[in-house]
């Protein structure tokens, strides 16, 4: 069974930055895609970020690009989300999901109904 513990939020202060950790038990990264939400208050869950199983294959929403590195640390079986330049309106709770249904090991998707586990997230506050 796919678990994901998230870690790594806080407050800061805007135009910091932020690493957040994805860690995976139940299976290997190499089986497992892993993606990055985030719901603001009032707002649905929305795409950050995500890696396919293959480690080479990653999509950014667009309102991250150039902000935000997905990478993967094999050897502790976790994703690394490193937020940078951070912006007021990037303040919500921080969902990493998992999933290894996806035959396809370049697959990796923003859809929140396409992944199948989810951890309990991780709150990001950025306020001056």
């Known amino acids: 069974q796919l678990q994901v513990v998230e870690s790594g939020g806080g407050l800061v202060h805007p135009g910091e930055s932020l690493r957040l950790s994805c860690a995976l038990s139940?299976?290997?990264?190499?089986?497992?895609?892993i993606g990055w939400f985030r719901q603001a208050p009032g707002k649905e869950r929305e795409g950050v970020s995500c890696?396919?199983?293959?480690?080479?294959?990653?999509n950014y929403a667009d309102f991250v690009k150039g902000r935000l590195t997905i990478a993967r640390d094999n050897a502790k079986n976790t994703v690394i989300l490193q937020v940078d330049s951070l912006k007021p309106e990037d303040t919500g709770v921080y969902y990493c999901a998992a999933t290894n249904s996806w035959w396809d090991r370049t697959w990796c998707s923003s859809r929140v109904a396409d992944w199948t586990s989810w951890g309990r997230g991780t709150q990001v506050t950025v306020s001056s």
């Open positions: 890696i396919a199983r293959n480690g080479a294959n990653t």
């Open positions: 139940g299976s290997t990264l190499s089986d497992t895609a």
